[in-house]
């Protein structure tokens, strides 16, 4: 759709226009049709447009934008986000929009963005989303997704200039988990401190530092028939355990997730999906029973939040989702 509003026109008529400036320090002469939206990301703006070049060349592109007012930090630093795609980029195994160009802004008052390619493909979460692709059709990519997860974290980080990050340790993520519940309205935080405490007493010897998406899931990537064809939403990606990522995609296709509305039978089992990660991996993963525990008190976490912001807004959130995402945490531990 397009955006409607005057001072949303306006917007984006600046925004071509950076853009023009941005894309023609690459391709003297190139142009940039008119933006329009796209959904995507929750925390910043996703447009889609053409870029045209004096060659003739018309190619379709999507803009990923901070917001404008804020500090473009953590998930809101969209240069972040470009800067592990690109280091992504020349690994055939773990597939990614190529980066057209960028501009830093001059925030808050001027976000930056950046631009990459369009890449073809639907974008379907199983349990979740319309059933617009065939079960088998989504058995295939969670497969695949097992696959190239373990070529993700078999990537040499020093290799592709990411050595400097650092590492977000296990501890750390729980921590984090267990103070967001400790900081929502006290009916919120149901059994939710309790779990965070015996997740922070139990915690894993730790793993490998490796490349981290965080948001590890199909209907974050790309797909054509069976076959990924790239990997997107790169908004909260770290140095860190790859168990994390493993975890959120066995629970985003688990039959008993607490937010899923459709059965797929035709989906393989966790144990399948993990033995697939593992053959690819070249080992086995160990402890991951407390990583089952830890996406769901971590969702749950980020909901109680989410639902706190939308009382303050007049709405009622999701109190039910916060609780059976608990149980479910507390199942597996």
Same mark, same amino acid.
């Given at each position: 759709?397009?955006?409607?509003?005057?001072?949303?026109?306006?917007?984006?008529?600046?925004?071509?226009?950076?853009?023009?400036?941005?894309?023609?320090?690459?391709?003297?002469?190139?142009?940039?049709?008119?933006?329009?939206?796209?959904?995507?990301?929750?925390?910043?703006?996703?447009?889609?447009?053409?870029?045209?070049?004096?060659?003739?060349?018309?190619?379709?592109?999507?803009?990923?934008?901070?917001?404008?007012?804020?500090?473009?930090?953590?998930?809101?630093?969209?240069?972040?986000?470009?800067?592990?795609?690109?280091?992504?980029?020349?690994?055939?195994?773990? %597939?990614?929009?190529?980066? %057209?160009?960028?501009?830093?802004?001059?925030?808050?008052?001027?976000?930056?963005?950046?631009?990459?390619?369009?890449?073809?493909?639907?974008?379907?979460?199983?349990?979740?989303?319309?059933?617009?692709?065939?079960?088998?059709?989504?058995?295939?990519?969670?497969?695949?997704?097992?696959?190239?997860?373990?070529?993700?974290?078999?990537?040499?980080?020093?290799?592709?200039?990411?050595?400097?990050?650092?590492?977000?340790?296990?501890?750390?993520?729980?921590?984090?988990?267990?103070?967001?519940?400790?900081?929502?309205?006290?009916?919120?935080?149901?059994?939710?401190?309790?779990?965070?405490?015996?997740?922070?007493?139990?915690?894993?010897?730790?793993?490998?530092?490796?490349?981290?998406?965080?948001?590890?899931?199909?209907?974050?990537?790309? %797909?054509?028939?069976?076959?990924?064809?790239?990997?997107?939403?790169?908004?909260?990606?770290?140095?860190?355990?790859?168990?994390?990522?493993?975890?959120?995609?066995?629970?985003?296709?688990?039959?008993?997730?607490?937010?899923?509305?459709?059965?797929?039978?035709?989906?393989?089992?966790?144990?399948?999906?993990?033995?697939?990660?593992?053959?690819?991996?070249?080992?086995?993963?160990?402890?991951?029973?407390?990583?089952?525990?830890?996406?769901?008190?971590?969702?749950?976490?980020?909901?109680?939040?989410?639902?706190?912001?939308?009382?303050?807004?007049?709405?009622?959130?999701?109190?039910?989702?916060?609780?059976?995402?608990?149980?479910?945490?507390?199942?597996?531990?």
């Amino acid at each position: 759709m397009s955006a409607a509003g005057g001072e949303d026109r306006d917007a984006l008529a600046t925004l071509g226009a950076r853009a023009t400036l941005a894309a023609r320090e690459s391709s003297p002469g190139a142009t940039i049709g008119s933006l329009e939206v796209l959904s995507g990301g929750h925390s910043s703006l996703t447009y889609t447009a053409v870029l045209s070049t004096p060659d003739k060349n018309e190619q379709r592109i999507v803009f990923k934008v901070a917001p404008a007012g804020v500090d473009p930090v953590g998930h809101r630093d969209v240069l972040r986000q470009a800067r592990a795609i690109r280091a992504l980029a020349g690994d055939p195994s773990v %597939c990614v929009p190529n980066i %057209c160009f960028e501009s830093a802004g001059d925030p808050p008052g001027i976000p930056p963005f950046f631009a990459m390619e369009y890449v073809e493909g639907d974008s379907t979460e199983p349990l979740v989303d319309d059933p617009s692709v065939p079960d088998a059709t989504l058995a295939d990519r969670a497969l695949a997704a097992a696959r190239m997860l373990a070529a993700l974290h078999t990537v040499d980080v020093e290799a592709i200039g990411l050595g400097d990050e650092p590492t977000t340790s296990v501890r750390a993520e729980a921590e984090r988990w267990h103070r967001a519940f400790e900081r929502v309205d006290e009916d919120l935080r149901l059994d939710g401190p309790a779990i965070g405490t015996r997740l922070l007493e139990h915690l894993p010897a730790p793993g490998p530092a490796v490349l981290v998406h965080g948001d590890y899931r199909l209907g974050n990537m790309r %797909c054509v028939g069976p076959t990924i064809t790239a990997v997107v939403d790169w908004e909260i990606w770290e140095i860190g355990d790859g168990r994390i990522d493993l975890a959120w995609l066995l629970m985003m296709l688990d039959p008993s997730y607490p937010q899923r509305r459709r059965d797929v039978s035709a989906l393989p089992t966790r144990e399948s999906i993990r033995a697939e990660h593992e053959a690819a991996l070249g080992g086995a993963v160990g402890d991951l029973e407390w990583f089952h525990a830890y996406v769901r008190f971590k969702q749950a976490a980020a909901t109680a939040r989410i639902t706190q912001g939308a009382r303050r807004r007049g709405g009622t959130g999701f109190p039910d989702t916060i609780a059976n995402l608990l149980d479910s945490a507390r199942a597996q531990l």
